[in-house]
């Protein structure tokens, strides 16, 4: 909703009387999804696993656990596995405790779902903003600017995306900390947001680019030329207006992709290193203890699919509401 | 009623001086060559003075809408020289034509397309003043609700979105947003072609107002002929990019001197049934020929029912056989000068006007009985006695 906002933040405000009578884009795909009971309930979950997350040193200290401090209490002395049924489940510890340390999986979640939501949304931040810039510079421009843009987009989607993050996390992740990122979990946060956000921003920039195409076409960009707009207004205050449906509905699809993709790599040993963890990192340590502990499986597992899930709902929605004609398939 | 203004008053508004405007024909593939030329404007002059209206008229793809786009440049001229009050902006850069837009304005065609939809009312007539960083007097909001008022519009709607209005309203927001700069010269690019008829009739007399008001010059491009007398002092009568005929009104619809206008004339239907019927209807034989590979000579000789061996030969040059009305033709129709009103039956339309025809022209007029007939216009229709009851 915010982009939509600076589609129409400019003019004064609504004189009341007109209030009903006009409504912006933004209002009108407000009152519709306002309407779809399940987008809002996932909207609601959506907006309270975020105050999860950002609020989770609150929360912990709250319920007094934290993710670092080991519990040699909970776990058994013969094979440090969780004492009680359901890996450790207490009124000490809500959801369990880790297999040999005895750190709290409740809180493991809530710092894991911190770390996973800020790769996910920051590289999707930076996907749209590269994918809208260029994706408009490259439609508007065409020619030989288009050219130049269109193969690097051709190249980068060529790129054999899993094995090249994997392959170069070691010598980026270092050449990170060189350039004054501090060593360790940040670097690599970074590093995972950096390329999430290069390998991403080429769907976009397709999409807005056919966009931009068809709208440029249109007699409001020749009137704007007409009376000596800049190339900067036409680009991004008469052609971007017309562009938030699209960049709207792929962004709210982009983010539960990248929180997947973002799990799969810590999964494989790219993302963030102990004693910090997210979604990937937690379902990458369950492997272990499965047979004997499933719920160090199924509670971040859970969390990932619901996460995903409303987020792919409220993306379906938005799309709905922006173009109701649309059906979903 | 918009005054008359004599064309050798001051200095022009605008004068064009052979604008030209090809666009290349590229080659497929992944070097491609420019292979041939599209003339959609070629050799094009004439001057629109303060305060006067220029018709522009011609058939689809004549290039119209491309020489008011060119004046303006938005698209760019392949050469010529075009002077806004003197001064030549053929040269200038597209920083350069800043202060020069703030002079001329355009009108388009489709009203649903020319307005931004993301954008309020007050956005889209307000724009010309941010662009060009106009602080009018007392404050932009309201000018912008001012000049709404002034095109017939309720200046409170100010917040609201092109979607919210009619097609009429829409073209008054296009209008409001033209004039907001109080420009010396406005290119109307078909400003009512999308209009109901009773909706183009207010919003000419909303154009004619603002006219009379700010002494705007007009080149006003359009295809209907009805339209263009209505509002024009000058009109100029365009044929694949080239003039054939420049008279003021009064004269080409009462003597006009080009077989294409005589086609174009014949072709405006009259309220008038019998009228109608008796007319004779000049259908013009073939297809527009291709603007990429005009024909040689006169670019007419292939369609005109007047055409003789030089035509295909030699270019007619632009003449002015009586002040002020130029045409460009071997053989004009000089014998109506004087004569003929143009709605009525206009025998004179034979081929025997110009002297002696060719067998080819001969041929294509009988070919025009035939379509006439077709048409269920041409002279020897039967009247259909209708349905039975009637009877």
Redesign the interface.
């Known amino acids: 909703m915010l982009a939509l906002e600076l589609?129409?933040a400019?003019?004064?405000a609504?004189?009341v009387?007109?209030e009903v009578?006009?409504?912006?884009?933004r209002q009108i795909v407000w009152a519709r999804l306002r309407r779809d009971k399940l987008a809002m309930i996932c909207l609601l979950t959506l907006i309270f696993l975020y105050l999860l997350a950002i609020f989770a040193p609150l929360i912990c200290d709250l319920l007094g656990v934290d993710p670092y401090s080991f519990d040699k209490e909970s776990i058994s002395d013969s094979g440090g596995g969780p004492v009680g049924p359901w890996g450790g489940i207490s009124t000490e510890h809500p959801l369990g405790v880790e297999w040999g340390t005895g750190r709290d999986i409740f809180a493991q979640l809530l710092y894991g779902l911190r770390i996973s939501l800020l790769i996910a949304t920051t590289a999707t931040i930076l996907t749209v903003c590269f994918g809208t810039v260029l994706g408009i510079v490259s439609g508007y421009a065409r020619g030989k600017t288009d050219a130049v843009i269109g193969r690097i987009m051709d190249l980068i989607l060529a790129f054999p995306f899993l094995l090249i993050i994997l392959a170069l996390s070691g010598v980026l992740t270092q050449r990170l900390t060189q350039l004054g990122v501090p060593d360790g979990n940040p670097s690599r946060i970074l590093y995972l947001i950096i390329v999430l956000s290069i390998f991403g921003w080429p769907y976009l920039a397709r999409i807005v680019r056919g966009q931009v195409l068809s709208v440029r076409e249109?007699?409001?960009v020749?009137?704007?030329?007409?009376?000596?707009?800049?190339r900067f207004?036409i680009l991004f205050k008469?052609i971007l207006?017309?562009l938030w449906a699209p960049i709207l509905v792929y962004a709210t699809l982009t983010l539960p992709t990248y929180i997947g993709t973002e799990a799969a790599l810590s999964f494989l040993g790219v993302g963030v290193l102990p004693p910090d963890t997210s979604f990937g990192g937690m379902l990458g340590n369950s492997v272990s203890y499965f047979s004997v502990v499933p719920s160090y499986l199924f509670i971040p597992g859970t969390v990932l699919v619901v996460l995903v899930v409303t987020f792919n709902l409220v993306g379906d929605a938005v799309r709905d509401a922006l173009d109701p004609r649309a059906g979903r398939v | 009623m918009s005054q008359s203004v004599e064309p050798a008053a001051g200095e022009p508004a605008l004068r064009v001086s052979d604008l030209r405007t090809y666009f290349p024909v590229r080659s497929k593939g992944l070097f491609p060559k420019t292979i041939g030329q599209v003339k959609a404007v070629d050799g094009l002059s004439f001057e629109v003075f303060p305060g006067e209206t220029l018709g522009l008229v011609g058939e689809s793809g004549c290039g119209k809408s491309t020489t008011g786009r060119s004046v303006l440049r938005l698209i760019e001229p392949t050469s010529g020289r075009i002077e806004f009050e003197g001064v030549d902006v053929t040269g200038l850069s597209s920083k350069e034509m800043v202060p020069v837009r703030r002079k001329a304005a355009m009108i388009f065609q489709d009203p649903y397309n020319a307005l931004n939809p993301r954008h309020t009312v007050g956005a889209i007539i307000s724009a010309p003043f941010a662009v060009q960083g106009v602080k009018p007097p007392g404050g932009v909001k309201a000018a912008v609700q001012e000049l709404m008022e002034r095109v017939g519009l309720n200046p409170e709607h100010y917040n609201r979105y092109p979607a919210e209005f009619s097609g009429g309203q829409r073209q008054r927001i296009g209008i409001a947003r033209a004039v907001a700069l109080r420009p010396k010269f406005i290119v109307c690019d078909e400003p009512v072609s999308a209009l109901d008829v009773s909706i183009q009739a207010q919003v000419i007399n909303l154009l004619r107002d603002l006219q009379d008001e700010f002494g705007i010059a007009y080149l006003f491009v359009a295809h209907d002929l009805a339209v263009v007398r209505q509002i024009s002092n000058r009109v100029a009568v365009m044929y694949l990019g080239q003039v054939m005929e420049l008279a003021t009104r009064e004269d080409l619809y009462a003597r006009p001197l080009h077989p294409y206008t005589h086609a174009l004339l014949s072709a405006i239907p009259v309220p008038d049934p019998r009228a109608q019927k008796q007319r004779e209807h000049i259908m013009l034989s073939g297809d527009l020929p291709s603007p990429a590979a005009p024909p040689t000579g006169c670019v007419f000789h292939t369609r005109c029912f007047q055409a003789q061996d030089i035509c295909a030969v030699e270019k007619p040059a632009l003449v002015e056989p009586t002040t002020g009305h130029q045409v460009a033709c071997h053989f004009p129709i000089l014998e109506f000068l004087g004569t003929k009103g143009i709605l009525g039956p206009d025998p004179g339309l034979t081929p025997q006007a110009g002297g002696s025809l060719t067998g080819a022209a001969a041929g294509s007029n009988d070919l025009i009985r035939e379509i006439g007939t077709d048409y269920g216009v041409g002279p020897d229709t039967p009247i259909d006695p209708g349905p039975s009851i009637w009877r």
Request: proline residues 10%; hydrophobic residues 35%.
């Open positions: 589609a129409v400019d003019g004064p609504t004189p009387a007109n009578a006009s409504r912006s884009l249109r007699e409001f020749e009137s704007s030329v007409a009376m000596g707009a800049s207004r008469e207006p017309n």
